[in-house]
């Protein structure tokens, strides 16, 4: 059996396709290229704009001495499983401050 999550993500892009999830299901399971993300120039600047936050308040941490894991991306048709027991790993030896 197949595993399948389901995001609040995958909910609100369901509610605008039905048909979403079929397609989502067959991408995660590697059947399916992922689609090219379609996004205006202002949603791009929002994104870059997380982006560069996200990496400033990383950056802020680690001068402070603080410790940061970063989660690395899912492989392609790798399961949610599989993947929360791979990045768990390193979390129950890291000292998080």
Same mark, same amino acid.
């Given at each position: 059996m197949t595993e399948r999550l389901l995001t609040p993500s995958k909910i609100t892009a369901w509610l605008d396709c039905?048909?979403?999830? +079929?397609l989502r299901d067959e991408v995660d399971r590697g059947v399916r290229?992922?689609?090219?993300?379609?996004?205006?120039?202002m949603a791009r600047m929002l994104i870059d704009?997380?982006?560069w936050h996200e990496q400033a308040v990383r950056d802020r941490y680690r001068a402070e001495g603080r +410790?940061?894991?970063e989660v690395p991306e899912r492989a392609q048709g790798e399961s949610f499983t599989r993947g929360t027991a791979r990045v768990a790993r390193p979390c129950s030896t890291a000292s998080m401050t």
């Open positions: 039905a048909h979403y999830l +079929t290229p992922q689609p090219p993300v379609m996004v205006g120039e704009k997380g982006l +410790t940061v894991l």
